[in-house]
């Protein structure tokens, strides 16, 4: 398997656990028979700083992981994977885990810098793919 397959892989794996943070901090705060119902909002309550920088966090994974897929499964299919784009891939990989951990933590200047890691490997795959 192809280095970018197993970057998609590793991230989709990542992201498919990604939830969780946030969800110990739900059940937390909340309980288990929020978490387990239509959760209406608990007057008074609001969820811990960390918890809610993980929610944020998942949310931009998900804001941004489409694009990342789009781009291997194209690059795939038109056969053009490169040592740049293997390299790329997994720099994405490792850019999306950090800004979700240091966004987690309230890491705001790490954060940043993972996120255009991210950002800027997802727009290389992509201008691949058009060129």
Known sequence: ????????????????LAWIPSSIAKYQTFGLKWL??????????????????????????????????????????TERFTETTAVVSIAYVVGRIAHFVSYGIGNTLARAMFFFVGLFSNIYLLIKVVI
């Open 1 to 16: 398997m192809t280095t970018e397959y197993q970057s998609l892989a590793y991230i989709s794996l990542f992201f498919l």
């Open 36 to 77: 387990a119902s239509n959760r209406h909002p608990i007057e008074g309550k609001s969820l811990d700083s960390w918890g809610a920088r993980c929610e944020r966090a998942h949310n931009n994974l998900k804001d941004n992981l489409p694009a990342f897929i789009v781009a291997i499964i194209l690059l795939g299919l």
